[in-house]
């Protein structure tokens, strides 16, 4: 299932902690969702998200609340179970015209109420079509997918405030540049940075074979 990682300031120095709290007093937030990935597999290695739960907020406790795409983010986004929200039965597969429902409120949703920048920088599968789409649902900034997962892993299909484009090198570099883009556009003031990689998934591509495992 999804492991989630959040980083809402810094708590080794005082030097460190104030490069992620504003002006205002208000945290910056950013939240990493990892597909399919196991904290007890030693063949993966993340030294830095090792480093970002080591400064950051490391949930030791957190439970995720289903092992599938949609009902696992549409719980992280609102803080409901899956099946409160009847998103717990499967995923949401391209074509269908539905997502998560217009009631709930999102996390975004109530930031930005409080003067939050908001950005969603990856796979959303939570609805694609308005208004469930994330510029619908709290986000003012959207780049990535809002369907279910793409098989192209190099110079892949991507979205931007629904618009088509095409992105640039490795899927997770791609996305990753874009958030870091955000934050650098945004720091100093408060900003919600939801990263919702869909790596690690089949297909297993890196991003040093796109030579020879990119057509597998």
């Not at 092992?67 to 929200?85: D, E, I």
């Not at 999102?106 to 920088?121: H, K, V």
């Not at 618009?163 to 919600?192: S, Y």
Request: proline fraction near 8%; hydrophobic fraction near 30%; charge should be positive.
């Amino acid at each position: 299932g999804p492991s989630v990682y959040l980083r809402a300031g810094a708590r080794r120095s005082s030097a460190s902690r104030a490069r992620f709290v504003t002006s205002s007093g208000r945290r910056t937030i950013g939240a990493v969702l990892i597909a399919s990935t196991s904290p007890c597999d030693p063949t993966i290695r993340t030294p830095r998200l090792d480093r970002l739960a080591a400064e950051g907020c490391k949930l030791t406790q957190f439970y995720v609340a289903a092992p599938l795409c949609t009902p696992s983010r549409a719980a992280l986004l609102t803080g409901c179970y899956p099946k409160r929200l009847s998103m717990h039965r499967h995923v949401i597969f391209p074509g269908y015209d539905y997502g998560l429902h217009t009631d709930e409120v999102t996390l975004a949703d109530l930031l930005r109420q409080r003067g939050y920048a908001t950005g969603c920088f990856g796979k959303w599968h939570s609805g694609s079509q308005w208004p469930y789409h994330p510029n619908a649902r709290g986000f003012d900034e959207h780049y990535g997918f809002t369907r279910g997962h793409w098989g192209e892993y190099f110079e892949p299909p991507r979205e931007h405030h629904g618009k088509p484009v095409r992105g640039k090198g490795f899927i997770a570099d791609d996305l990753a540049g874009r958030a870091i883009e955000f934050i650098e556009q945004h720091k100093g003031k408060p900003f919600l940075c939801y990263v919702p990689f869909n790596t690690p998934h089949s297909p297993m591509q890196a991003a040093n074979c796109a030579g020879t495992c990119a057509r597998r």
